[in-house]
């Protein structure tokens, strides 16, 4: 099986909420927002989309673990050594953007297996066309469903 036909719906379905939660309050005054202990801001859209991503996961059946922003008590230091993938999360990347009505936000997503990325995805819904991109390791990368070039990493 593919990364992409593993991994494609779920990451699909949790930046197609993600978009849909943080377009709702985006430029409203219904957006709440603290600031957490190091000064950095959150919104109720933060903690509500990694929420949504745990769920996602839990109830997709694949055996993944998360690392989200808004809930790791502490970043990893190294590739998970229990066997299992990695999701690691970014609910509203340019939170601070976000909050000021500025449209380069976006949520984070990437798929670790083995130590390896072998999967990402980025949703930035207030960008024209709602834009997305995907990568899948050895299978391309692409914007809103048009293959695209990128460089490779050694």
């Known amino acids: ?14 930046v197609d909420e993600a ?3 943080s377009m709702r309050v985006f430029r409203t005054k219904e957006m709440q927002i603290e600031r957490k202990r190091d000064g950095t801001v959150v919104t109720q859209i933060d903690k509500a989309v990694e929420a949504m991503a745990y769920a996602r996961v839990a ?4 055996p993944i673990d998360i690392i989200g922003e808004e ?8 590739p998970a050594t229990n066997g299992r993938a990695r999701m690691i999360i970014d609910p509203i990347d340019g939170t601070e953007e976000f909050t000021r009505g500025i449209p380069t936000f ?14 990402g995805m980025v949703s930035a819904p207030a960008l024209s066309e709602g834009t997305r991109w995907w990568a899948y390791k050895r ?16």
């Open 59 to 62: 109830a997709c059946g694949l």
């Open 19 to 21: 978009a849909s939660l």
């Open 139 to 154: 299978e391309g990368a692409f914007r809103n469903g048009h293959p695209i070039r990128v460089s490779r990493v050694a």
């Open 1 to 14: 099986m593919s990364y992409r036909e593993k991994y494609h719906a779920l990451l699909q379905g949790i």
């Open 71 to 78: 809930t790791a008590s502490e970043p990893p230091s190294g």
């Open 106 to 119: 976006g949520t984070l997503i990437g798929i670790e297996e083995d130590g390896d990325i072998i999967a």
